[in-house]
């Protein structure tokens, strides 16, 4: 009864009604959970292997991860995007003073009373509680240091040695220089590598004057009159007044930073740790010739490693999945997490959740890290983990003057303008 | 609103008596008249509040002039407002130029004239992301195929973005690029349009082409050109896509301009003051475009 | 001049405008030819080997098919807001062409200012925010009829003063009612330079990328403007990828040009040199 055309449509209608139905009963099942991450080559890997291990330990959930541009652009793209509630379910992203500046209390789930908190070291909980006391993060990485990672073989033709201040270690860039090679390595095309020299000198700084922190954020201290702290702002000057740079530094991305560093072409790559898994993704074979040592003060009994705490793993209150957000960040805070990402990354420094631990054979870089934190060693903490002030322009100021456009003294001028401005955001008493 | 709806309910004289209603009612204004009103007067009524604020959408504090005492004391904030003049000369400047020498080509007897105005116009229609990233791949100091063609000449290349006195005329450059091809089509017109008859008298008069240039097809061309620097001037101010896709604003701050430093102050969070940079190029670009039009106007007026 | 001279700057020219005009895009499409490798070396060699298809097929799937999606908000983002331009635009064209009221003045320097006067983008924000309208699609397209309506509005006003007001009173008296007055008899006599609008406005609209970067966060509604930006951070060293979705962004406007290149000319210099 039915004419061809009917038949068709019928069978057509019932077949779509099924797939609905089985794709229906299929999405019901399964959880998407979006994580958003930095761009750049070592955040993909260790991304992609945690979530393999997640997603095989719990086959009802699915994490779609993905990526936002790192440095001062990332921090905005992440408060604009929870301002106005389009974040993804879980995110990574620093912890200390950026952490402060996203609003944590508005914004992110409350962790205090996860089962998994009694694992975590006690050095890290500060740096990701909010101003009421709750803790609202996870570590997501390894502890990282600020400091220079090193080409060995140059130092070997070169008969070099690790330096212990500063006046050693422009020693060694003349002889790099002469010999030409490029002595320091420098990476402006992505902005946010620029600040290295002033950030990790803050071990240096608190050895000097070691309340400078509560007084900066008291509105006591500045970089620009403080001789300590404008050592950095002066040691990056210094490096450009003495043309120790790559040619292209200007538009040199970290990913050029890093080869250059690894195939030998440069000697000295100011850089975060973290740097050392991109490293062994990249360049394998090299990566034995690459070792790590702390930005150096001006007296050799001082020198000690900045520090930075690893970065957090944070769940958005506007997430719709928030139990398995949860699940998620409790398998990142287990050893199961952190066997994921030395899986895929290697180790690039010390765990901070009880039970993970580094395996044997780590790269020198790593190895190079520890003695840092071993007995006699020195080890401080960056300044954006002990005050939660950080202009947002500093990555722009350090270009400035890392490229010879403006001094030190004024650099360091304008990024004190530039706190006062966040400060007063804030809403902190005293500005 | 209400206002125009009642002259819109008034009988229009001389009118039939059938009818009742003009047939030009004044609520065909009511659509547009909300969008605009609502989205774009507003807001704009809002800033000369909150600019005066610091604010964090969701409550501000009055705090008088001092954004704009920020704004001005800043050496990059000052940075941008210089870029953002400098930058709508550099770029008018050549448009007007470029536009009517590429026009008096294509309105000559010049052979593949089709394909020139093409090639000319295309990349008026192309993105201007698009552009930025191509540029600034052709623009890398060492491996940018601008300075490697430079280098097969024995000649160093500057480094384009790189160079924080370079940086902002670089990328002027890059919007006369895609640029020029808009202000030449609108020159086209304004020459083809110029009667015959002047041209004839000039060639009795026996008028070299320079003569013929200056005095006929220059000063007819006025509203053309009025129209271009008009135009091009304005968008030069507002500028933001090209500087954020090719420098965002670097290196360090010598390409900002104000529409950069706007937004580099709204991705901080300082609401109050990237209003208050709106407010400056508001002011800027009634300063410099009202006299402008008035002095390019009157002028055509004397015509 | 003679025939040798004119040919010789006719010769210059061609060749001086394929290298200022054509090379850029001469560029765009050999790297998008080119595997990852070769691309990184930024120069203009000939690729070695066809990897344009597999390039967009790496392209268009990224991040879930984040660029269809990107289409599509684009497409629809377009074709919206030009739809509402065109009909709102010409209403107050119309109106304003014919009627002579004591707000005409008013309304003429509401509109120059709008020309002018740049956005003030975070009140907007805020305001969106209050509206609801915030990172919305819709939102986008009632700000881009808000911007576009200025331009449009000058531009109807003079071509319907070319209008001879006797076909108005002519449907009148045959009693039509206004409506019927602007979308029977208007309307289709503004068709040439409701082309040249929607053309203008509908490269301004796919091309935008401040309006979507300020008011459109978050992926999930990107538009292929947008895309290309994020995409930057995301092909990082691919640079085969980013100029490949270069590419791809660029076949609308340039599908654009083939049919409409004459609309586009006409249209703009009609309205500009009448001032």
Request: aromatic share 12%; with cysteine; proline share 6%.
């Amino acid at each position: 009864m039915l004419n061809k055309t009917a038949k068709l449509l019928t069978g057509l209608a019932a077949g779509l009604l099924t797939v609905t139905a089985l794709s229906g009963a299929a999405f019901a099942q399964s959880v998407n959970l979006t994580y958003l991450i930095p761009s750049g080559p070592e955040n993909q890997v260790i991304a992609d292997e945690v979530v393999k291990a997640f997603e095989a330990a719990n086959p009802d959930i699915n994490v779609d991860i993905e990526t936002r541009p790192g440095g001062s652009e990332g921090d905005n793209l992440i408060k604009t995007r929870l301002a106005t509630g389009a974040m993804a379910d879980v995110f990574l992203y620093n912890s200390g003073s950026l952490f402060q500046a996203i609003n944590p209390q508005q914004f992110l789930v409350d962790l205090t009373n996860e089962p998994w908190q009694a694992d975590v070291q006690a050095s890290f909980k500060p740096v990701v509680t909010a101003p009421d006391g709750t803790i609202r993060g996870a570590p997501a990485r390894a502890a990282m240091a600020g400091g220079i990672y090193y080409n060995k073989k140059i130092y070997a033709e070169l008969g070099l040695s690790v330096p212990k201040t500063w006046a050693e270690f422009m020693a060694n860039n003349e002889k790099i220089k002469a010999a030409g090679k490029v002595a320091v390595i420098q990476t402006y095309g992505d902005t946010w590598t620029s600040q290295l020299f002033v950030l990790a000198d803050f071990y240096n700084v608190q050895a000097k004057d070691p309340n400078f922190a509560e007084r900066y954020t008291a509105n006591e201290a500045k970089f620009a009159t403080d001789p300590a702290a404008l050592r950095g702002f002066e040691k990056l000057q210094e490096a450009h007044d003495a043309g120790l740079f790559n040619e292209d530094f200007g538009a040199a991305k970290y990913d050029d930073g890093i080869r250059m560093l690894a195939l030998g072409e440069g000697a000295h790559y100011p850089m975060l740790s973290f740097a050392t898994t991109a490293l062994v993704q990249a360049y394998p074979d090299n990566i034995q010739d690459i070792g790590f040592f702390a930005q150096p003060g001006d007296e050799a009994e001082l020198n000690g490693l900045t520090v930075w705490m690893p970065d957090g793993v944070y769940i958005a209150q506007t997430t719709p999945n928030l139990d398995a957000a949860k699940k998620f960040v409790a398998f990142i805070a287990s050893p199961e997490g952190c066997d994921a990402q030395t899986r895929a990354g290697g180790a690039s420094g010390p765990y901070l959740i009880n039970g993970c631990t580094l395996p044997a054979d780590v790269p020198p870089a790593v190895s190079d890290l520890l003695p840092y934190f071993a007995e006699g060693g020195q080890n401080g903490p960056a300044l954006e983990f002990l005050s939660p002030i950080k202009g947002p322009a500093l990555e722009q100021i350090t270009v400035e003057v890392g490229s010879g456009i403006r001094p030190a003294a004024d650099g360091a001028a304008l990024y004190d303008e530039d706190v006062r401005k966040q400060a007063q955001q804030l809403g902190l008493p005293g500005w | 609103m209400t206002a125009l709806s009642e002259a819109g309910a008034a009988v229009s004289p001389g009118a039939p008596r059938a009818i009742r209603r003009s047939p030009y009612p004044g609520w065909f204004f009511l659509p547009a008249a909300l969008i605009y009103g609502i989205l774009f007067l507003v807001p704009t009524l809002a800033s000369l509040y909150f600019s005066l604020t610091r604010w964090t959408l969701f409550n501000s504090t009055f705090i008088g002039l001092d954004n704009f005492a920020q704004f001005f004391r800043e050496p990059f904030l000052i940075q941008g407002l210089v870029n953002t003049v400098i930058y709508a000369v550099v770029t008018s400047g050549l448009k007007v130029v470029l536009g009517m020498m590429l026009a008096l080509l294509l309105t000559s007897a010049v052979m593949a004239r089709g394909y020139l105005r093409s090639v000319v116009f295309f990349p008026v229609l192309v993105s201007t992301v698009g552009v930025g990233i191509t540029f600034t791949v052709l623009m890398h100091p060492t491996q940018g195929m601008i300075n490697e063609t430079l280098a097969l000449f024995g000649i160093k290349g500057p480094g384009w973005l790189v160079d924080p006195k370079l940086a902002l005329l670089s990328v002027a450059l890059v919007d006369v690029w895609k640029g020029v091809g808009l202000a030449t089509v609108i020159y086209i017109a304004g020459i083809v349009a110029i009667p015959k008859d002047y041209y004839e008298a000039a060639r009795i008069d026996g008028a070299t082409k320079w003569q013929n240039f200056l005095y006929v097809t220059l000063p007819l061309s006025r509203p053309a050109t009025a129209t271009v620097i008009t135009l091009s001037f304005i968008g030069g101010l507002r500028t933001f896509d090209l500087i954020w896709a090719m420098t965002r604003g670097g290196p360090g701050f010598s390409s900002d301009t104000i529409a950069s430093v706007i937004y580099k102050q709204y991705q901080a969070g300082f609401y109050g003051l990237s209003t208050a940079g709106n407010v400056v190029l508001f002011v800027l670009i009634a300063i410099l475009v009202v006299p402008l039009t008035m002095l390019l106007n009157r002028r055509q007026g004397h015509e | 001049m003679t025939k040798l001279s004119s040919r010789l700057i006719g010769v210059a020219a061609i060749l001086v405008s394929a290298v200022v005009f054509l090379v850029p895009f001469a560029f765009i499409i050999i790297t998008a030819f080119k595997d990852k490798q070769q691309a990184a070396l930024l120069d203009f060699t000939w690729p070695n080997g066809f990897h344009l298809w597999s390039n967009i097929v790496e392209v268009v799937t990224t991040r879930n098919w984040m660029m269809v999606t990107a289409f599509i908000n684009s497409t629809i983002l377009t074709v919206a807001s030009v739809t509402l331009l065109v009909i709102f635009a010409a209403m107050v064209g119309f109106v304003l062409a014919r009627r002579k009221t004591r707000f005409n003045g008013l309304i003429e320097f509401l509109i120059l200012a709008g020309l002018m006067i740049p956005p003030a983008v975070v009140p907007t924000i805020w305001l969106l925010q209050g509206i609801g309208l915030f990172g919305k699609l819709h939102g986008l397209i009632l700000i881009e009829v808000a911007y576009g309506l200025p331009f449009s509005i000058i531009l109807y006003r003079a071509f319907i003063a070319t209008i001879p007001r006797e076909l108005d009173e002519a449907a009148i008296i045959d009693g039509a009612r206004p409506l019927d007055v602007f979308f029977r008899v208007i309307l289709p006599l503004l068709w040439p330079v409701t082309v040249t609008n929607i053309v203008v406005q509908s490269v301004g609209v796919f091309n935008d990328f401040t309006n979507p970067l300020y008011y459109l966060p978050g992926n999930a509604n990107a538009t292929v403007q947008l895309t290309l930006y994020n995409f930057q951070s995301q092909f990082n060293t691919s640079y085969n990828l980013l100029f490949t979705n270069i590419l791809l962004i660029t076949i609308p406007p340039l599908l654009v040009f083939l049919f409409f290149n004459r609309h586009i000319v006409a249209g703009m210099t009609a309205g500009a040199v009448k001032g």
